[in-house]
């Protein structure tokens, strides 16, 4: 009876691991990443770039908003850069699933944003965050 519930106990753990584990990593493919107006990057190929550019000017604006960038590796796993404005504050987030022989990474930021910017140049346009003390971090870079 004891040898019955301990491997009970083992295979409901093990059902809500892999349950918590699928949870944390689903397939998310870059045509549904574009289909849902992500700014994807992949294969080489930017997408949805002019909802970037939204996001900027609704930063500037003081409006509420909110962008997802995607990018995929060689193997179509995506590293998901969420980030939202509150008008005020800023929310980042970043998952990348577990599926590309690494360890699932979930982190978050949040700073105070004044302000954002575009900034070209000779390799390309940078996208900026500015925040109250005037650091700037660059959030995306299209190469020319």
């Known amino acids: 009876m004891k040898r019955f519930t301990i491997f009970s106990l083992f295979f409901v753990c093990l059902i809500i691991f892999l349950t918590a584990c699928s949870a944390l990593s689903p397939y998310y493919s870059s045509k549904k990443a574009i289909e849902n107006g992500d700014v994807v990057v992949s294969e080489g190929e930017i997408y949805n770039i002019d909802r970037l550019d939204k996001f900027i000017d609704s930063i500037n604006r003081g ?18 850069y969420i980030i939202e404005f509150d008008g005020k504050l800023l929310s980042y987030s970043f998952a990348r699933p577990s599926n ?3 360890k699932d990474i ?3 930021v949040n ?16 996208y900026y965050l500015i925040d109250n003390g005037g650091f ?8 020319k």
């Open 63 to 80: 409006e509420k908003t909110k962008v997802q960038i995607d990018k995929y590796n060689t193997k179509n796993n995506p590293a998901m």
């Open 136 to 143: 700037k971090t660059c959030i995306f870079t299209m190469p």
């Open 100 to 102: 590309d022989d690494s």
């Open 111 to 126: 700073a105070e944003i004044i302000k954002a910017s575009r900034e070209e140049n000779e390799d390309g346009i940078n």
């Open 106 to 108: 979930l982190a978050g």
